[in-house]
T-cell receptor
Framework: DAGVIQSPRHEVTEMGQEVTLRCKPI?????LFWYRQTMMRGLELLIY????????DSGMPEDRFSAKMPNASFSTLKIQPSEPRDSAVYFC???????????FGPGTRLTVL | QKEVEQDPGPLSVPEGAIVSLNCTYS??????FMWYRQYSRKGPELLMY????GNKEDGRFTAQVDKSSKYISLFIRDSQPSDSATYLC???????????FGTGTRLKVLA
């Protein structure tokens, strides 16, 4: 199995631009999680889905952030408009069920200038 | 005050040493406790998973939870240079799936 796939691996953009991060979970996993990691705040859960349905988005920092899961094999996290303080590594993780082990992708390193 | 506190390190030890990594927390409702290992530029990977209080051992790794003190520990015996990584603790309440992570402790095992 290829594991969780994230794209792009690196993204550099300018303030005000729209950014879309993509995630392909492990086949057969029913739950998907989006995290953001910074030195200051560590790893923070942004939103998670179960069976493609958003369950808890209380970690999404602002309305500029949105996430979708149109099918079991694809999810996006969008930031519009982006700001320098959004610079971080964004991880996607999937698990067979909500309370099972989460498998993390390699992350997308986002830099907003 | 953060819900989960973890010393950022770095912690440097010689090969073969016993390593002790710790987290404290403030939410007495946390029931599930995890330790993750994260290599540089990689995603975290689960090392140990413990429910409620007690000890759990897996090879060279032992996880301890002391709910009365709101304190969890990860011990690594016979540490190896390949154990050099950042170790993250994580925890959640029963009935929720929102994991709260510590900021991580960076460990260096010197050959």
């Amino acid at each position: 199995d290829a594991g969780v796939i994230q794209s792009p691996r690196h993204e550099v953009t300018e303030m005000g631009q729209e950014v879309t991060l993509r995630c392909k979970p492990i086949s057969g996993h029913n739950s998907l999680f989006w995290y953001r990691q910074t030195m200051m705040r560590g790893l923070e859960l942004l939103i998670y889905f179960n069976n493609n349905v958003p369950i808890d988005d209380s970690g999404m920092p602002e309305d500029r952030f949105s996430a979708k899961m149109p099918n079991a094999s694809f999810s996006t996290l969008k930031i519009q408009p982006s700001e320098p303080r959004d610079s971080a590594v964004y991880f996607c993780a999937s698990s067979p069920l909500l309370d099972n082990e989460q498998f993390f992708g390699p992350g997308t390193r986002l830099t907003v200038l | 005050q953060k819900e989960v506190e973890q010393d950022p390190g770095p912690l440097s030890v010689p090969e073969g040493a016993i390593v002790s990594l710790n987290c404290t927390y403030s939410n007495s409702a946390f029931q599930y406790f995890m330790w993750y290992r994260q290599y540089s530029r990689k995603g975290p990977e689960l090392l140990m998973y413990t429910y409620s209080s007690g000890n759990k051992e897996d090879g060279r790794f032992t996880a301890q939870v002391d709910k009365s003190s709101k304190y969890i520990s990860l011990f690594i015996r016979d540490s190896q240079p390949s154990d050099s990584a950042t170790y993250l603790c994580a925890m959640r309440e029963a009935g929720t799936y929102k994991y709260i992570f510590g900021t991580g402790t960076r460990l260096k095992v010197l050959a």
